[in-house]
């Protein structure tokens, strides 16, 4: 069915149109970062990224370098809640195997 024209009432007035658009805000993301130390050995560090963030081998190599040269890198963007897991799981394991690497979040802009 065609109806009014829209900006047009039922007289045939002018009128403003108003759309109410949904509000379903996105949850925001976290990126995680991993930080340069002098003593985690860097095979550790291209394991962790292999084990906890499923990247494959070459490219591991790559994002451990950019750590350790550049000082921090950003390995992966999650909600809240998978990037809280995800900083848990790499701190657990580095302070298993007595290596001082530092994992952590932080809010996308
Ligand atoms: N800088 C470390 C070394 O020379 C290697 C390293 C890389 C450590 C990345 C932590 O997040 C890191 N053995």
Known sequence: MAGKPPGRNDEGD?????????????????????????YTPM?????????FFGIGHSHAVE???TVHKKGVAVV????H???ETKVA???DFARRNQ????CTMEKEE
């Not at 095979?43 to 292999?50: G, I």
């Not at 290596?99 to 530092?102: T, V």
């Open 99 to 102: 290596h001082p690497l530092q």
């Open 81 to 83: 809640e998978i990037a």
């Open 89 to 91: 799981q790499v701190m």
């Open 63 to 65: 994002i451990m370098l």
């Open 14 to 38: 002018t009128s403003v149109v108003t759309k109410t658009k949904p509000k379903t805000a996105k949850p925001p993301l976290y990126k995680v970062l991993l930080l340069n130390d002098d």
């Open 76 to 79: 992966g963007v999650f909600s």
């Open 43 to 51: 095979e550790f560090v291209v394991h962790v990224l292999e084990r």
